[in-house]
């Protein structure tokens, strides 16, 4: 019989049409654990919040990159083991209180242990993200790097306006298009560097956008949008819609013409 745990790959990687520039990102997308880990001695509803994944971001990124033809690279494993989104000397990366929760599991992790989840979750992750990088660029690509991920309704009982948001540090070239073209759909609250910001050294935009000069953006939805399969839909539907026609704004177009640049604009 296989041993489960040893099966548990940390990556799940989409193929997509190798003339694709996009390349889509799900930092949080899954609230498993491996078996080795339990349930880190959380109750099962704790896995079905928001400190365990982003709800909705994995369909929204699946579906999305099935409409553009676009690779997706996306975790496995709940960010309640090890935040992704992180860089590895964040002293956030493994959470031992996320929104009121305590994560017994992660109590007394030190670093022998963090290293170890560092190793066998995290740096795969990011490891595939740059390993789909080098080939898009093999292949004579500028990557275009969009992450997906999503919000709650409500922080500390105060209600969030916003429909979506957009993050980004320095290089507005994807972002700032982004934004205006979910503005002109009429009926959205779009956030520019809200419900958070965007310049968060050593965290995944930064690692593979900002440092490699390549155009990016973090989109955030907010979760009640995209709670349910319509909702998933609804969104990816507008997304493939608004998407493609951002390549075609100066920037994009310049850098896909010309290459990208060691250092970001600005």
Same mark, same amino acid.
């Given at each position: 019989?296989?041993?489960?745990?040893?099966?548990?790959?940390?990556?799940?990687? #989409?193929? =997509?049409?190798?003339? /694709?520039?996009?390349?889509?990102?799900?930092?949080?997308?899954?609230?498993?654990?491996?078996?080795? @880990?339990?349930?880190?001695?959380?109750?099962?509803?704790?896995?079905?919040?928001?400190?365990? @994944?982003?709800?909705?971001?994995?369909? !929204?990124?699946?579906?999305?990159?099935?409409?553009?033809?676009?690779?997706? !690279?996306?975790?496995?494993? /709940?960010?309640?083991?090890?935040?992704? $989104?992180?860089?590895?000397?964040?002293?956030?990366?493994?959470?031992?209180?996320?929104?009121?929760?305590?994560?017994?599991? $992660?109590?007394?992790?030190?670093?022998?242990?963090?290293?170890?989840?560092?190793?066998?979750?995290?740096?795969?992750?990011?490891?595939?993200?740059? $390993?789909? #990088?080098?080939?898009?660029?093999?292949?004579?690509?500028?990557? !275009?790097?969009?992450?997906?991920? /999503?919000?709650?309704?409500?922080?500390? =009982?105060?209600?969030?306006?916003?429909?979506?948001?957009?993050?980004?540090?320095?290089?507005?070239?994807?972002?700032?298009?982004?934004?205006?073209?979910?503005?002109?759909?009429?009926?959205?609250?779009?956030?520019?560097?809200?419900?958070?910001?965007?310049?968060?050294? +050593?965290?995944?935009? @930064?690692?593979?956008?900002?440092?490699?000069?390549?155009?990016?953006?973090?989109?955030?939805?907010?979760?009640?949008?995209?709670?349910?399969?319509?909702?998933?839909?609804?969104?990816?539907?507008?997304?493939?819609?608004?998407?493609?026609?951002?390549?075609?704004?100066?920037?994009?177009?310049?850098?896909?013409?010309? +290459? /990208?640049?060691?250092?970001?604009? +600005?």
């Amino acid at each position: 019989m296989m041993d489960e745990t040893a099966s548990f790959a940390p990556v799940e990687r #989409i193929a =997509g049409d190798p003339r /694709s520039p996009w390349l889509l990102l799900c930092d949080h997308a899954s609230n498993r654990l491996p078996p080795d @880990y339990g349930d880190l001695g959380l109750p099962a509803a704790e896995f079905e919040r928001h400190i365990a @994944y982003d709800i909705g971001a994995a369909g !929204v990124t699946r579906g999305l990159a099935a409409a553009l033809g676009a690779p997706a !690279v996306m975790t496995t494993w /709940s960010r309640l083991l090890i935040d992704p $989104n992180r860089g590895e000397d964040d002293p956030t990366l493994v959470m031992r209180l996320s929104d009121g929760a305590i994560v017994p599991g $992660n109590r007394h992790v030190d670093p022998a242990e963090r290293d170890r989840r560092i190793a066998r979750f995290h740096r795969p992750y990011h490891d595939a993200v740059a $390993n789909e #990088i080098t080939a898009m660029r093999a292949r004579g690509l500028v990557p !275009v790097i969009l992450a997906v991920h /999503s919000f709650t309704p409500f922080w500390k =009982g105060v209600p969030r306006p916003w429909h979506a948001g957009v993050l980004w540090d320095r290089d507005p070239r994807l972002a700032l298009p982004l934004i205006a073209a979910l503005e002109r759909d009429g009926d959205l609250v779009v956030g520019d560097n809200e419900p958070y910001l965007g310049a968060l050294k +050593g965290d995944t935009m @930064y690692r593979h956008g900002t440092a490699a000069g390549l155009p990016h953006a973090l989109l955030e939805i907010r979760q009640d949008l995209i709670g349910d399969p319509g909702g998933i839909a609804d969104w990816v539907d507008r997304l493939a819609r608004r998407l493609p026609p951002l390549l075609a704004s100066e920037d994009l177009r310049a850098v896909r013409l010309h +290459g /990208s640049k060691a250092d970001q604009p +600005g």
